[in-house]
């Protein structure tokens, strides 16, 4: 991880300046030496697993939130109302979308839904602005393994009268989420694929 000390250390504010391709490979950088990790791990879903993404280490940089808030308003459908996502790993995406969107001269509301409804006041599951019913609200997620986390945030959402028929993922581990959003009608897009990132990050250690 030679590129380390530069990346963070660096006065070049690149994740404003660079272009969306730049911004990609630079994301992908970030992402292999802060987030990945290599050994014996167990995931949230109990599945065991030789690696693991922390993908709050690069949403809650500053460069890798302003780069990660640029790549997915340019993949946000142009009649997008809201982004939403699943509390802890969707809240500094979808808050970094909201506010970068502004200077993207396309506002977007942000959404955080809830695990459990709040225990007091109005006891929601669904925090931030009151939509119409029908507005198209686009879930947004860190990490994708089998899309169970993300489809929690889906189905409070709908049961909010939103349509929600679209998931963007930052990192897909290809271990079945794309295949289950298929199956209940979902479209799935993936910044990276763990294969992006394994391949960048062996070529980042040599």
């Known amino acids: 991880m030679t590129e380390k000390t530069e990346i963070l250390t660096t006065t070049d504010v690149w994740a404003n300046t660079a272009d969306l391709k730049t911004l990609r490979g630079r994301l992908l950088d970030l992402f292999c030496q802060l987030a990945y990790k290599e050994g014996d791990f167990v995931l949230s879903s109990g599945q065991p697993s030789t690696y693991y993404i922390n993908g709050k280490q690069v949403t809650l940089h500053p460069q890798g939130a302003l780069a990660i808030a640029r790549i997915l308003i340019s993949l946000l459908p142009t009649d997008t109302d809201a982004v939403a996502g699943l509390t802890l790993g969707a809240d500094p995406i979808v808050s970094a979308v909201s506010v970068i969107s502004v200077y993207e001269n396309r506002p977007i509301p942000a959404l955080i839904v809830r695990k459990e409804a709040k225990g007091?006041?109005?006891?929601?599951?669904?925090?931030?602005?009151?939509?119409?019913?029908?507005?198209?609200?686009v879930v947004l997620e860190d990490v994708v393994t089998t899309g169970q986390s993300a489809m929690k945030a889906v189905e409070r959402l709908r049961a909010a009268n939103y349509t929600v028929d679209l998931v963007i993922s930052l990192v897909d581990r290809q271990q079945g989420g794309a295949e289950f959003y298929e199956s209940v009608g979902l479209n799935f897009v993936s910044v990276f694929t763990i294969e992006d990132m394994q391949k960048r990050y062996k070529q980042l250690a040599s």
């Open 120 to 137: 007091h006041g109005t006891q929601a599951y669904i925090e931030g602005p009151i939509l119409p019913p029908g507005a198209k609200v």
